[in-house]
């Protein structure tokens, strides 16, 4: 549909042919976020190429984002969407994508981007440790949901092994104050603040134990929409 709409509009005397790429890639994005085409999507594809015709793409397109992507969609059903375990999911996907527009630097790295790591040589890191998780009784369900995974590098992944997000946060803390760059590269507590924000990792991390799994993973979950809302309206 994206190639059709890409006809479409280029068919189009009013749109702006150097916006077609933004308008195509958004359609895009918003179909995937509300899973427009998963149901009957021959019907509903029909429906869309009538209407933008008949009504324009850039009115059409108004009226679709207004009736589907409400404050109630990206503040409840789209957290509510993240809570899966499933890896190829759209909405993890999608916030992959947009650690990749902000070109965000992978967990624990200053200067790895999370695209480089994704498409050579990344490693999808337990924020709180698989091991660990297992060591208290956690199921694959819930050590596997996707707002527990992150990028990182392959040999911080191995370095951090087992060890409690709390253990590990003090390790990277006493590293940067020594000096040293062993399990992190980061050598400023302030560049580690901003890794987190781009990561989006809850501040408390740093005093999680097992116990405090599932309240992470609400927060996270809420900060990885709010993530994927601003990729959204950014492009």
Not at 145 to 171: C, D, H, L, R, S
Request: hydrophobic share 40%.
């Amino acid at each position: 549909f994206a190639y059709t709409l890409y006809l479409l509009l280029n068919a189009d005397p009013n749109i702006d042919k150097t916006q077609i790429k933004h308008y195509v890639v958004k359609w895009y994005v918003m179909t995937t976020l509300t899973s427009r085409y998963i149901t009957s999507p021959e019907t509903v594809m029909d429906m869309d190429i009538k209407r933008i015709k008949e009504r324009g793409f850039l009115n059409y397109f108004s009226e679709v984002e207004a009736a589907n992507l409400s404050d109630t969609f990206w503040d409840i059903a789209l957290v509510q969407y993240l809570e899966t375990s499933v890896i190829n999911s759209p909405y993890f996907n999608l916030y992959l994508a947009s650690q990749i527009h902000d070109a965000d630097d992978a967990l624990f790295t200053c200067g790895y981007k999370v695209n480089d790591l994704i498409t050579v040589i990344g490693d999808v890191h337990h924020i709180f440790p698989k091991k660990y998780l297992v060591k208290n009784n956690f199921t694959p369900k819930q050590y596997n949901q996707v707002a527990n995974f992150v990028y990182t590098e392959q040999a911080t992944n191995i370095k951090v092994g087992a060890m409690a997000p709390t253990e590990y946060m003090a390790k990277v803390k006493s590293e940067i104050s020594a000096g040293k760059t062993n399990l992190s590269t980061i050598d400023s507590e302030h560049l580690l603040n901003e890794n987190l924000i781009n990561n989006d990792i809850p501040p408390n991390v740093e005093a999680c134990t097992f116990s405090d799994y599932e309240n992470f993973l609400t927060e996270r979950r809420k900060l990885m929409a709010k993530k994927i809302k601003e990729y959204y309206e950014n492009l």
